[in-house]
């Protein structure tokens, strides 16, 4: 099934066609004329340009019109192979189809409301026929029905014609589409996006990044480069400003040289106060006893991070290399 964008916006345009597989753009004169489009001409040259196929309105009240102005299009430097005209279906309609395709132009007959005005289309030889299925459906009609009955009138009598299911307002309708077995579908950018999207696929998704993660980033890669440290001799208070500046719930105390002394957290503060007394806060960070911390080399791997957590029930890690911590890894620094 050929795939359409259907849309007057350049920027929705050049978005859609960095897909890179969409087959060509439909656009009409009330697109352009939301767009603010002055200059039509230019546009569809321009669009020309930027699109693998182009299907541009021809209009006239007569055949002769219709292919004048067919002609008249293709003067502006289109090529004849990747343009196709629309032209709404009538008894002139159809009559300019035939001509058209008699030189070979490629012909859309649209605005078909009944399966009479596909047939008459398809007899002409028109390129494609154009249901509008919103349309049709915001008027009470069985809009998918008269798809299917072109669809099978295509296929029985062997008409070359392709049936373009256009008018496009939800997914579903793309869904309609495909159970159809339409050739052609035309979509605006919105519908076309979210044709992608499911939140199961997006919950597998995350979950293969997340594991992958695991396997490959290294814990040096994955700290967030807070990592509050201060020396032994330290007074308490000092050490809680620091803290406080960084925002973080722990601060790393390490001895003359460097090396790791302890951990000391929000929580040893809270149980700590109540029996300090007055120059409690004075004491110096060197004075507390402090219990091995949690912690692990700064090149293994986050999956070795991951299994210690689990095991220890912690929140933070701190890292450390050749026997000096470097920083502290968060639980959620596992996802990235």
Same mark, same amino acid.
């Given at each position: 099934?050929?795939?359409?964008?259907?849309?007057?916006?350049?920027?929705?345009?050049?978005?859609?066609?960095?897909?890179?597989?969409?087959?060509?753009?439909?656009?009409?004169?009330?697109?352009?004329?939301?767009?603010?489009?002055?200059?039509?001409?230019?546009?569809?040259?321009?669009?020309? %340009?930027?699109?693998?196929?182009?299907?541009?309105?021809?209009?006239?009240?007569?055949?002769?019109?219709?292919?004048?102005?067919?002609?008249?299009?293709?003067?502006? @430097?289109?090529?004849?192979?990747?343009? $196709?005209?629309?032209?709404?279906?009538?008894?002139?309609?159809?009559?300019?189809?035939?001509?058209?395709?008699?030189?070979?132009?490629?012909?859309?007959?649209?605005? $078909?409301?009944?399966?009479?005005?596909?047939?008459?289309?398809?007899?002409?030889?028109?390129?494609?026929?154009?249901?509008?299925?919103?349309?049709?459906?915001?008027?009470?009609?069985?809009?998918?029905?008269?798809?299917?009955?072109?669809?099978?009138?295509?296929?029985?009598? @062997?008409?070359?014609?392709?049936?373009?299911?256009?008018?496009?307002?939800?997914?579903?309708? $793309?869904?309609?589409?495909?159970?159809?077995? $339409?050739?052609?579908?035309?979509?605006?950018?919105?519908?076309?996006?979210?044709?992608?999207?499911?939140?199961?696929?997006?919950? @597998?998704?995350?979950?293969?990044?997340?594991?992958?993660?695991?396997?490959?980033?290294?814990?040096? /890669?994955?700290?967030?480069?807070?990592?509050?440290?201060?020396?032994? /001799?330290? %007074?308490?208070?000092?050490?809680?400003?620091?803290?406080?500046?960084?925002?973080?719930?722990?601060?790393?105390?390490?001895?003359?040289?460097?090396?790791? %002394?302890?951990?000391?957290?929000?929580?040893?503060?809270?149980?700590?106060?109540?029996?300090?007394?007055?120059?409690?806060?004075?004491?110096?960070?060197?004075?507390?006893?402090?219990?091995?911390?949690?912690?692990?080399?700064?090149?293994?791997?986050?999956?070795?991070?991951?299994?210690?957590?689990?095991?220890?029930?912690?929140?933070?890690?701190?890292?450390?290399?050749?026997?000096?911590?470097?920083?502290?890894?968060?639980?959620?620094?596992?996802?990235?």
């Amino acid at each position: 099934m050929e795939l359409y964008l259907d849309s007057a916006n350049l920027k929705e345009i050049e978005e859609g066609f960095k897909l890179g597989f969409l087959n060509g753009l439909t656009t009409t004169p009330t697109f352009m004329q939301r767009e603010g489009i002055n200059d039509i001409d230019a546009t569809i040259v321009k669009l020309s %340009k930027i699109v693998p196929v182009l299907q541009i309105e021809a209009l006239g009240n007569t055949a002769e019109e219709i292919l004048k102005e067919a002609e008249r299009q293709l003067k502006l @430097g289109l090529d004849h192979k990747k343009t $196709v005209f629309k032209i709404p279906v009538s008894l002139e309609g159809v009559r300019a189809c035939k001509m058209l395709r008699n030189k070979g132009y490629l012909v859309n007959v649209h605005l $078909v409301y009944t399966l009479q005005q596909a047939y008459m289309a398809m007899q002409a030889g028109a390129s494609y026929v154009c249901p509008l299925v919103g349309r049709l459906q915001d008027q009470g009609h069985d809009a998918l029905s008269l798809v299917e009955q072109c669809v099978d009138a295509v296929e029985y009598y @062997g008409y070359a014609t392709k049936i373009m299911f256009s008018s496009v307002r939800s997914v579903e309708h $793309v869904r309609n589409a495909i159970n159809i077995g $339409v050739h052609t579908i035309t979509v605006p950018l919105k519908i076309l996006k979210a044709l992608t999207e499911n939140h199961f696929t997006t919950l @597998g998704t995350e979950q293969f990044i997340t594991d992958t993660r695991l396997m490959t980033v290294k814990v040096r /890669e994955a700290i967030n480069g807070v990592n509050p440290i201060v020396k032994a /001799e330290t %007074k308490l208070v000092d050490a809680i400003i620091k803290m406080t500046e960084y925002g973080f719930g722990c601060i790393t105390i390490v001895n003359k040289d460097g090396t790791l %002394k302890g951990i000391f957290t929000d929580g040893d503060l809270r149980r700590a106060l109540p029996k300090g007394g007055k120059d409690f806060l004075n004491k110096k960070m060197g004075d507390f006893n402090y219990s091995a911390p949690v912690s692990i080399d700064a090149d293994m791997l986050l999956n070795e991070a991951a299994a210690l957590f689990k095991k220890t029930n912690v929140d933070t890690i701190l890292v450390c290399s050749k026997g000096k911590p470097v920083g502290m890894l968060d639980i959620q620094d596992l996802k990235g």
